[in-house]
């Protein structure tokens, strides 16, 4: 089971910036799938962003030009979700979470497209966003 640590939250006016941080305790190039995923007072988890063993990020579409997800390799995995812009709606208790790789004949495994399929998360982190 892999260890995760968010940390970074807290509260602040709408259009300021907050940086969320996930420590891991995954080795550098194993293969998993990172994403930060959000739940928001009365609404279901949803996905914020994700990145791929090879890079690739993606993200929500209500996040998209505001945020920025971002990973570190050395020695552990760390990775990072800058958040510009904010908005009230983006209220919402945030959580890191990863799920490990396969590979396969067409090469390594994507991330999954449930957050029920991800099988390790951290406590979550609030940030609060006022008008």
């Known amino acids: 089971e892999v260890q995760l640590l968010e940390s970074g939250g807290g509260s602040v006016q709408a259009g300021g910036s907050l940086r969320l941080s996930c420590a891991t305790d995954?080795?550098?190039?194993?293969?998993?799938?990172m994403a930060w995923f959000r739940q928001g007072p009365g609404k279901e988890r949803e996905e914020v962003a994700h990145?791929?063993?090879?890079?690739?990020?993606?993200y929500a579409d209500s996040v998209m030009g505001r945020f920025i997800m971002s990973k570190d390799n050395d020695p552990k995995v760390a990775f990072y979700l800058q958040m510009n812009n904010l908005k009230p709606e983006d209220t919402a208790m945030y959580f890191c979470?990863?799920?490990?790789?396969?590979?396969?004949?067409?090469?390594?495994?994507?991330?999954?497209?449930?957050?029920?399929?991800?099988?390790?998360w951290g406590q979550g982190t609030q940030v609060t966003v006022s008008s």
């Open positions: 990145i791929e063993f090879d890079g690739t990020t993606t």
């Open positions: 979470a990863a799920d490990k790789l396969l590979w396969g004949d067409d090469g390594w495994s994507k991330c999954p497209r449930k957050d029920s399929d991800f099988d390790n």
């Open positions: 995954i080795l550098r190039y194993t293969p998993y799938c």
